[in-house]
C-alpha cells in the first residue's frame, strides 16, 4: 500500500534509540525512551497560504529530523510503525556534517 499525505503532513519513521548507556550498561526495551529522531519517508504538497498559493515544504523525502517527544499520530502500515505529522511539529533538520539546518 502507498499512503500519499496531504497539505503539510509528513510521514516520519523513527530512528532506533541506542542501546548502550555511555558508560556501556545494555539499556533494556522497557526502560528506553521513544526516539525523538527519524527519517522522512514521504511528503505531503505543502500549505496553502491566504492568498491560495502552494507554500512548499522545507523538508524532503531522506531528511533526518528532530521532533518533539509527543508529536504525530502513530500508525501502522505495510507493517512499519510510523508516525504521521506536520511540518511544524519537526524542530530541525539534522545534517550528515553536523551541522544543523532549522525547517520551519
Not at 508529536?71 to 530541525?92: A, F, N, P, R, W
Request: net charge neutral; charged share 30%.
Amino acid at each position: 500500500m502507498k499512503f500519499r499525505p496531504l497539505h503539510d503532513r509528513v510521514v516520519v519513521r523513527r530512528i532506533d534509540a541506542e542501546q548502550k548507556s555511555a558508560g556501556g550498561i545494555i539499556i533494556p526495551d522497557t526502560a528506553q525512551e521513544k526516539p525523538s529522531q527519524g527519517e522522512i519517508l514521504s511528503v505531503g504538497p505543502g500549505a496553502r497560504d491566504e492568498q491560495g498559493r502552494l507554500v512548499p515544504l522545507d523538508v524532503k523525502v531522506g531528511d533526518r529530523v528532530l521532533f518533539g517527544k509527543w508529536s504525530g499520530t502513530e500508525v501502522k502500515i505495510d507493517g512499519q510503525d510510523l508516525l504521521i505529522m506536520k511540518e511544524s511539529d519537526i524542530m530541525g533538520v539534522l545534517e550528515v556534517k553536523g551541522t544543523m539546518k532549522v525547517a520551519a
